[in-house]
């Protein structure tokens, strides 16, 4: 008896988190796989619903609209998208990996006691609105911003640089913005390194740079995958700062997302949008942790 | 301190020859650390194929000193010199010295294969040359079978002979380890002290040790440098630390030890009275120029070895306060095994420590709790200390 009961007290703990998942993750995902796979009406909602009971499922299941799919790879648009947000999420997490670790790797070494205080300012911005610090530096990088200005008073440039409303601007706002979320991981396993393996490095002839070379970045790759992920996955369908700061020839598959949605309301092919860049992003990120459960062994 | 007590293991003593070179050489060095001062102008030669011991508590300054050496600390002044070329101021990765560090600071994603070629990869050795001395490596500490194994899929014991095989693999000139054996328990690090005393006779390198455990030092060193606050007190083979400590910190601190407080008077020729606090007198013999004037407060260290423990009181004097002998009373009792422990209470409440050996299996008539027993010693057994 108090077997079965504390088995069941355990399976309800278990359960909590599994339900959670359940209703915030998966449902809505079916949901807008079930709208990917409708066509497109003009009404309200502006779908025709496939399925409205389990009754006719087989007899509904033949009528499951594919065209959705097939339309993305036809139109140039939205491959286009895809290509172009991977490119520029791939090359702020390259950025962002570059400005991260040197400011990782300082805050590791620095002394104990302004070790939280560099944790802290790196956590500060999170403090202010994220499209409020979005906004604030189209004030910063506009022809006649504090950026120009700053260059042209130190008579580095006489014309004013456009970069607001360039692919510069979104990678500038994607280092910006994701910046912590590379740091922290960083940190973690930078400060966690034995010291000591630096100095045996060092002591079986390795100077610093290849000490940190076979060491410090071999040891850190945990870190770094972590950062890049935290930074690759959100940058790809990052909507917000492409809008703000982006130019009207940045393409990008969260824009785009949002022009189908609202602009054409054409659901279907937006959730078929939705659920490509879930399957784009999900099966690289599979493929990978398998590979690092087997280097592992 | 040139006199030699007791047999020395081997015939090999650079020590005591004044033609020998010196190989590592240390000349006023002082390591200071902000206000503190864990080096503290500090000479000291080690000789080639020399198993140099430095031993101490923690904090005295040995592994600052170990450091040195290997470079990762520079010293505040002082010069340090090997085979007479300066070291000061060479990186560590440009020294021919290699380092075993405590708790072995392995590679954890290198295999040990790797682990021990990494030294050799970053000399920019053949590749072929490279496998062949890994090889090598491998066959002398035992581990061929474990090439391909990462260090945290090893045992301590083994783990620790990745550490060893990695730093001999360069075959440096000094190989420094730092607390070797402290990682082990305590059957394998029994072993394991005999293994690398043989190794590195066998091999032909100097080897210096940092150690806080004065068996560890004693079973493997020639000599031994006994540290405390930053200062040698006292550089001797195990023997001569053992039976003619320099300070009472060093008797107290190299095995256990008796010591008795008391006041000098000079008999005839080398031979010397103490009259101890404990109450009791004290004969013995000293020669050297440093014969304390009397008066003097001196100090007289018996080892528990040393003291003879028994019922009877022992034969010489029959009657009347007769000197190095005392009486007291049984307080304590540890059985070891080996050897049996007495702690005995004096008059004065002081305790004093014997032991003995348990040569038979059995006793006609035992030591035991509260008997009163007679603690003697030869005139010859203990040491007198300056301070």
Redesign the interface.
Known sequence: MQGLRSFLARQVVTAVPYLWLLVFFLAPFLIVLKISLSETAIAMPPYTPVFEGLKDLLEKAKQLSFDNYLWLTEDALYIKAYLSSLRIALVSTLITLIVGYPLAYAMARAPDGLRPVLLMAVILPFWTSFLIRVYAWIGILKPEGLLNQALIGLGLISEPLQIINTDWAVYIGIVYSYLPFMVLPLYASLERLDLRLIEAAMDLGATPLKAFWRITVPLSVPGIVAGSLLVFIPAVGEFVIPDLLGGSDTLMIGRTLWVEFFYNRDWPVASAVAILLLILLVVPIVIFQKMQEKAAR | MAKTLGPVRRSFQPWNDPSEPAYIELRDVTKRFGDFTAVDRQSLVIYEREFFALLGPSGCGKTTLLRML???EEPSEGEMLLQGRPLTGV????RP???M???Y?????MSVADNIA??LK??GMAKADIAQRVAQMLRLVKLEPFAGRKPAQLSGGQQQRVALA??LA?RPKVLLLDEPLGALDKKLREETQFELADLQESLGLTFVIVTHDQEEAMTMADRIAVMDHGRIIQVATPAEIYEAPATRYIADFVGDVNIFEGQAERLEEGKLRIATTAGFAVETVVNGPSLPANGDTVWFAVRPEKMVISHDRPAGASSGPAPNMVEGEVWDIGYLGDVSIYNVKLACGDIVRATRLNAAREVERPITWDDRVWLSWRPDSGVLLAG
Request: proline content about 12%.
């Open positions: 290997a470079g990762f990186p560590p990765h440009k010295v290699n380092m560090f405590q708790s600071a392995l590679f954890p994603h990494f030294g970053q000399e990695r730093a360069k």
